[in-house]
């Protein structure tokens, strides 16, 4: 994601943080805003949602502890836990 060099001051002045903007960028609403922009809005729903997706993969990653697989040529061949 490259950035104005307004959008950093604005950024740095508000006190988002990088990982903050990819939040808002990967679950917020889309909307189109004045000049063809596209705007995201990280409401209520939206932080319900991504709390979701997270929940979920914190789930994925307690199933996968301990875990193997073994790729050739980018196929898996094999899975197993120690």
Known sequence: MTMSKHAQI?????????DALDVIWKFGRESYAPGGAVKYFFGK??????????????????????GNIVVIDETIITAYKN
């Open 10 to 18: 604005r950024i740095r002045q508000r006190g988002f943080s990088m």
């Open 45 to 66: 729903k939206e932080h319900r949602h991504a709390s979701s997706a997270f929940q979920e993969r914190l789930q994925a990653m307690e199933r996968a502890k301990g």
